[in-house]
C-alpha cells in the first residue's frame, strides 16, 4: 500500500478521494493506494465523501510532514500556504501531486529545484486542460519532435462566455452574468476574462514543450473585455470565429526565441480549434516530423479535474512498484531544465491583423489606410466596407503577415488623419 | 548509452532513424540511444539516411540475439517473420517497440505472456492513430476512470476516400483510384476499404481501455465498398456525414460484456468525430468521471508515425535510466491481464439505424412499414420520403434505439412486401 496525504477536500478533492475510495472497474493499481491523511480547513462540514474520522485534521503541516506519507496532493489552490506546504512536502521526501497552475506558473523554478535536489515527483497534470491528459503526452510522447508551436483553448470561463455571445448575438457584460448565476463564472471573473489563467497555463505548457522555465509576469496577455458583439458579428461573416487563444511559438526555425502570449483571436471556421465550443478545452501542438495533433475535452469541473490527479497519483505508484523507492528520477517525469526561454517583445510577432475603422469619408479614407499602411510595409489581404454606424461609415481590414510594430506604426499615423473618427477594435487572425 | 536494434527500414525506419540521428531541439535523452544493428533486406539499396556501414544487416536473427542491444523496434509489418523475431528478442530479453497492428492484435496474447515472464516491455504507441499519442495516455491517464466507450476514426485511408465522396459527390471507385494514384491507398486496397485494419486496431485500444485481451475474429466489422455518393447525399440532407468508425463499449455498467465492431456510421454533424477529414484520424474516449476526450492528428506516414515510435524507445529509456535494468515492469506500462473479454454477438446491439427503401407505392409502404417495424418493437425517429428513382419512390427512415436482431427482423418482414422493390442500404447511426 501506498500513502497518500490530500491538502484541500473541495470540488476536486472531494472528487479525487471519490474515485480513490470506488476502485472496481478501474485500473487496479488504484486498489493499492490509501488516503492517510486529508487536510480540511473545518471538520465539522458536511462532506460527499465518507472518510475515516481520523482521516481528516486541520493540522496541515501535520499531513506534509507525516513519515507514512509517500505522496502529497495539493488541491487548496492559491499561492499560499499552498507553495510553502509544497515545499515542506518535498523537503520530507514526498512526492507532490497538484491541480495549482498558478503556484506552478509562478513558483516552477523553486519547486522543481527543490523536488529534483529531493528527489521526488512533482506532476501536475490537473493544472492545464482539466481532464485532458495533454502535461504527460507533451513530456513522453511530443518530446521527440522539434516542437514549432502550442495553442491552446485552456480557459473554459472564457470560452463559454464567447461561444455564447456568437450562438445569441449577445453582449459580453449578459453572457458574463449568466455565466455567474450558472457557476461557470466566478464571482471576481478577473482571473479568467483578463487572460491571467490561460497565461499561468500556457506558461506551464511552454516549460514542457520548450524545455526552459518561462518568467509567468513577461507573457503579453489581453483578455476578452472589450470583445463586443459586434466584433464577433463581423469576423463571422469573413469567415473567422473569436477564441481567447494562449500561444507560445518559435518564430524561426533558427532561433530559440519564443513568443509566449494570450489574446483573443480570429480563427478561420475550418481550424480545428474554431469548433471547439462551450467549457470544453483544446491544445494543438505542432512539431517535426509529427506535423499537428490536438487534445480535446473537458476543461475544468470535479470529475475530469479529479481524473487528470490520480492519473498522476497512479503514474507515482507504477514507479515506486517497479523501480522500489530508488531516488533516480525518470528524466520525462521530472524537470531538469534550469535555463529561462528567451521571449521576444511582442513588437517583433509577425501575424495577422483584424482592424475595424469608424470614418467619415469612405473613399478619401481607404487611400490613406493604403497610404498609411504601405508605409510601414503592412500588405492588406482584404478591406471591405461592412456597414453604417451613427452616420460613419465601417471599414474592416484584414492583413497578411506583418510585423506587430509595424502594424501599431501604422495604426498611430491612422488614427491621426482627419478622416478617421476612432479604431474600435484591433484583433490579431490566426 | 542504450543500444537499438531496428528491423526494417522502409518508410517510417527511415523516419525513425533520422529522428535519432538528427537529435538537435529534441528531447535530450535522445542523445543516449545508438542504432546498433539495423536489419534490412537488401545492402545495396539506396536509402534516404546515412547509417554506418557495418550498422545494416541482411541477418535479421543477429539483430535480435545481440547481447549489446537493448531495445528491439520492429517496423517491418506482415505477420512473418515478424511475430517470430519479436518472439526471439523478447526471448534473449529486449525490450520491443513496434508498430505492427496486425501482429499485435492476432498475437498479443503470446507475446505479452512471453514479455511478462522475460521482464520486459512491449510498446505500441504508432500501432494506432499514427502520431497521435493514445496508446499511453490510455494506459497511463484514462485508466483511472470507468471506461464507457471508445469511438475511433482509426484508417485515414477509408476516411480520405469518404471524405472526397462528401466534398465532392464522386462515387467510391473513382475515389479508390485516385487515392491509389496518390499514394492514400494500396494497390490492394482489401485490409483498408473492408474494414480489417481498423479492426485490429479497435482490438488493440479495446484490450486497452477495457483491460482484457481480445480475439480479434469476433470483432465485427463492414468496410465502405458499398457507400455510394446516393447515400452520403442523403445522410447529408439529414444532417449526418459518413464515417468508418472502430467502436468499442461497453452496453450496461452492470456488466462486462463489450461490443466490438467496425462499420460505416452515420454521425451527426456536430459530433466532433463529424469534422474529422481525410487523411487524419481521431480517437473519443467515454469514461466517468472524465466525460469524453479526442485525441486528432495524423493518422499515418513517416514522420507521425516515426514520432510514435521513438517517443516508445525514449519511454524505456527514461525508465532504464532511472530504474536501472530491474526486471520489474511498471504495470502502467505492461501488460498484465489474461483474461479475454466476453464480447456481446451484434443482434444485442442497441444503436440507432438508417435504412433506405425502393418502392412502389408510396402511401402503402409507409403503412406497411410501420406495422411491420411496430411488430418488433423497432420506434422510427423520421420517415422521409426524399425522391424517386428510375419512377421508384425513395424512402428513408432513421430509428431510435433498438436492437439490431429486431430491427434486422422487420427488415426481413419488410423485404417480403409486394411494395417494397429492394432495400439499397442499411446503416447505423451514432
Not at 231 to 246: H, P, R, S, T
Amino acid at each position: 500500500m501506498y500513502n497518500m496525504g490530500l491538502l484541500g477536500l473541495g470540488t476536486v478533492g472531494t472528487g479525487t478521494a471519490d474515485i480513490l475510495l470506488n476502485t472496481a472497474g478501474r485500473n487496479p493499481l488504484l486498489q493499492k493506494i490509501q488516503i492517510k491523511k486529508a487536510g480540511v480547513r473545518s471538520l465539522d462540514k458536511q462532506r460527499q465523501v465518507e472518510l475515516p474520522a481520523d482521516v481528516l485534521t486541520t493540522d496541515l503541516e501535520s499531513v506534509v510532514t507525516d513519515p507514512d506519507i509517500d505522496i502529497v496532493v495539493e488541491l487548496m489552490g492559491g499561492l499560499e500556504p499552498a507553495r510553502s506546504l509544497i515545499l515542506q512536502a518535498i523537503a520530507h521526501g514526498k512526492h507532490i501531486v497538484t491541480a495549482n497552475k498558478a503556484v506552478i506558473a509562478r513558483y516552477g523554478d523553486e519547486i522543481y529545484t527543490a523536488a529534483n535536489e529531493a528527489g521526488v515527483y512533482v506532476l501536475i497534470e490537473a493544472a492545464v486542460g482539466g481532464g485532458i491528459p495533454i502535461i504527460k503526452p507533451l513530456k513522453q510522447s511530443l518530446g521527440v519532435n522539434r516542437i514549432q508551436r502550442v495553442i491552446g483553448i485552456v480557459n473554459g470561463t472564457t470560452n463559454y462566455i464567447l461561444t455564447q455571445m456568437t450562438a445569441h448575438g449577445a453582449d459580453f457584460a449578459d453572457v458574463l452574468k449568466e455565466a455567474q448565476e450558472l457557476g461557470y463564472a466566478e464571482a471576481d471573473p478577473t482571473a479568467d476574462v483578463d487572460g491571467w489563467d490561460a497565461a499561468d497555463k500556457i506558461s506551464i505548457l511552454t516549460s514542457i514543450a520548450f524545455a526552459g522555465r518561462v518568467k509567468r509576469e513577461s507573457v503579453h496577455c489581453e483578455g476578452i473585455r472589450q470583445i463586443t458583439a459586434t466584433e464577433i458579428n463581423y469576423a463571422e461573416k469573413l469567415g473567422f470565429v473569436i477564441k481567447l487563444l494562449a500561444i507560445a511559438e518559435k518564430m524561426s526555425l533558427d532561433s530559440d526565441e519564443l513568443q509566449i502570449r494570450v489574446h483573443p483571436t480570429l480563427v478561420a471556421k475550418e481550424h480545428p480549434l474554431a469548433s471547439i465550443n462551450g467549457v470544453y478545452n483544446a491544445i494543438l501542438v505542432e512539431g517535426a516530423p509529427l506535423g499537428q495533433v490536438m487534445f480535446y475535452g473537458p476543461g475544468a469541473g470535479s470529475g475530469p479535474t479529479a481524473s487528470a490527479v490520480v492519473s498522476d497519483i497512479m503514474n507515482i505508484v507504477g514507479i515506486l512498484e517497479s523501480s522500489g523507492k530508488t531516488k533516480n528520477l525518470d528524466p520525462l517525469l521530472s524537470c531538469s531544465h534550469q535555463h529561462y526561454c528567451t521571449l521576444q517583445p511582442i513588437e517583433e510577432l509577425v501575424t495577422r491583423f483584424y482592424a475595424r475603422f469608424l470614418c467619415y469619408d469612405v473613399p478619401g479614407v481607404i487611400g490613406h489606410l493604403g497610404t498609411s499602411f504601405g508605409n510601414h510595409q503592412v500588405s492588406l489581404e482584404s478591406v471591405v466596407q461592412i456597414g453604417f454606424k451613427d452616420k460613419l461609415a465601417e471599414i474592416v481590414v484584414v492583413t497578411h503577415d506583418v510585423k506587430e510594430g509595424n502594424f501599431r506604426k501604422a495604426l498611430a499615423e491612422i488614427e491621426s488623419l482627419d478622416a478617421i473618427q476612432s479604431i474600435p477594435s484591433v484583433l490579431r487572425v490566426l
